[in-house]
């Protein structure tokens, strides 16, 4: 069984041919997704080459073990089975007015495109300069998209309801350095928060991961937890009882602060009143003073 976002890619691809560059289609998926979509199937993070979808090649890989598109590095390759994959009419219709829309523009001209109208997925690029050589207001404009470094300090982040590159986004824009993972078993379910993943996801985008997992609480102490008096009582017996054993680890973190980094403690919850990050987060205000004063993404 397929999801919708990953139906709409084999019509997309079918749109534009049946086979198409890696670079080429990335590209335009984040037009398609921008400027067509509503809602947006996927989010991008900047990337070395501009917009990337992490979740897009994730989806691609799941494509290939269902046998629906070839196992190609470089390119997205429809396959026989692929062409009769079900997809609603009114997709295919997008796909095939967008793939008009589009039609010729390929290569170092699409990936320019992409970077005048959406500046922001061009930040990190390491081929704008040259692509847009000669275009000054588009090299401004990319230089206005860059966020100024923020002021050392303490941020914490739920992944709970989020794809990976929507929170890897909010941590761009809080001017996150380290991302400092507060789990005991780093593993998700959730496509882009298993440990590995989420490093190298963090790593593409400029920010440091550290794993901390001695400041994790076991996943048996939260099978009750049923209303916030439960939580509450938890995060109580957890700062009195564990937080203080840990305090070389309190100390590395503040380490990091002094040094000029921007931290965010991230854990599952999205709400900061039921993750023990914010304990974590009050400790170290409480310990270090305001410099660790957290906000909450």
Not at 70 to 81: H, N, Q, Y
Not at 130 to 145: C, M, T, V
Not at 249 to 274: D, H, S
Request: hydrophobic residues 35%; aromatic residues 10%.
């Amino acid at each position: 069984m397929l999801f919708e976002r990953q139906k709409l890619i084999l019509a997309l691809v079918d749109a534009l041919g049946g086979d198409i560059g890696g670079l080429d289609f990335q590209k335009l998926l984040l037009l398609y997704c921008l400027e067509g979509a509503e809602p947006p199937p996927y989010e991008f993070v900047p990337y070395r080459f501009g917009g990337f979808s992490f979740t897009s090649y994730a989806d691609k890989r799941r494509l290939i073990e269902k046998g629906f598109l070839a196992d190609e590095s470089r390119a997205w390759t429809l396959t026989p089975a692929g062409k009769t994959v079900t997809v609603q009419e009114s997709v295919r219709a997008m796909a095939c007015r967008f793939s008009r829309r589009y039609d010729g523009l390929r290569g170092d001209a699409l990936v320019a495109e992409t970077y005048r109208r959406h500046p922001y997925y061009a930040i990190r690029s390491e081929i704008a300069e040259r692509l847009l050589a000669g275009d000054k207001e588009s090299i401004d404009a990319i230089e206005a998209a860059r966020l100024q470094k923020k002021s050392p300090g303490l941020c914490t982040i739920g992944y709970e309801s989020r794809s990976l590159e929507g929170y890897l986004n909010l941590l761009i824009g809080d001017g996150v350095t380290v991302l400092c993972d507060v789990r005991r078993n780093p593993l998700s379910r959730k496509y882009g928060f298993s440990k590995s993943t989420l490093m190298n996801g963090a790593a593409g985008v400029g920010i440091r991961y550290e794993h901390i997992p001695e400041l994790g609480i076991a996943s048996e102490a939260r099978r009750e937890l049923r209303t916030q008096a439960d939580y509450d009582a938890l995060f109580d017996t957890y700062a009195r009882e564990s937080l203080p054993k840990q305090m070389k680890y309190l100390v590395k973190i503040m380490g990091w602060i002094e040094k000029g980094e921007r931290v965010a403690l991230t854990c599952y919850e999205r709400l900061p009143e039921q993750c023990h990050r914010t304990s974590v987060a009050k400790a170290l205000e409480e310990r270090f003073g305001t410099s660790c004063t957290p906000k909450h993404l």
